[in-house]
Every structure is written in structure tokens, then in C-alpha cells.
């Protein structure tokens, strides 16, 4: 059954940086538009990135300038390169495949990754 699987996510201080990788099994998602958004305990799942087929990109408005949404389509992977982290950005992070409407809102999509958890410490 296809599925996205994410990794890279850890433990960074802040400031420090990692790139998160959000891979496609069992489909190719060239042809789709790809988000990022990120959870923490108790509140709603929010977005972060999205990159169109063609590349294409948006932000959420804190993560612009430090956050990079990229893909390569011959590796069906797209990445999230954080730099600059935040205590802020700690959450829990997933992908997904963009299916119809309003790119910044979470039921837009279908298929979702498993999450990767991201913590930051000050």
C-alpha cells in the first residue's frame, strides 16, 4: 500500500539545523504537490511547507528565511531543510500529499507520512 515515510528529525539546540526527508513507497508523487505541517500535544496539526510539482513553494510566515522545501523527483523524495531552529519549531512533523483545495489546510491532503519528531532545546 503506498505510504510516505519521514526522517532526519532528532534532538538540535537551538540555532542548529536539520533536513528532513519525506520519501514515497509504493507511488510517485512527481506529478503532486507536497506539504509539510507540524503538530504539538494538543493543538492542531499545522502548516509549514508546499512545494507544487513544478517547484513551486510557500511558508508559513515564521518559518520563512529559515526553512527550505525542495524536491527530486527522480529520488520521489522531497526535503525540508530547517536551519536557524527555534525552540518553537519543536513538534512532530509530517508530510503529505496534497489531493485538493486549500494548500495551508491539513484536510487538503490524503496520504501522510508516520511523522518524525523534531525537538529543540535552548
Known amino acids: 500500500q503506498a505510504h510516505l515515510v519521514e526522517s532526519g528529525g532528532g534532538l538540535v539546540q537551538a540555532g542548529g539545523s536539520l533536513k528532513l526527508s519525506c520519501a514515497a513507497v509504493?507511488?510517485?508523487?512527481?506529478?503532486?504537490?507536497v506539504g509539510w505541517f507540524r503538530q504539538t500535544p494538543g493543538k492542531e496539526r499545522e502548516f509549514v511547507a508546499y512545494i507544487t510539482w513544478r517547484g513551486d513553494t510557500y511558508y508559513k510566515d515564521s518559518v520563512k528565511g529559515r526553512f527550505t522545501i525542495s524536491r527530486d523527483n527522480a529520488k520521489n523524495t522531497v526535503y525540508l531543510q530547517m536551519n536557524g531552529l527555534k525552540p518553537e519549531d519543536t513538534a512532530v512533523y509530517y508530510c503529505a500529499v496534497h489531493s485538493r483545495g486549500i494548500y495551508y489546510i491539513s484536510t487538503s491532503y490524503n496520504y501522510w507520512g508516520q511523522g518524525t519528531q523534531v525537538t529543540v532545546s535552548s
Open positions: 509504493g507511488r510517485t508523487f512527481s506529478a503532486n504537490a
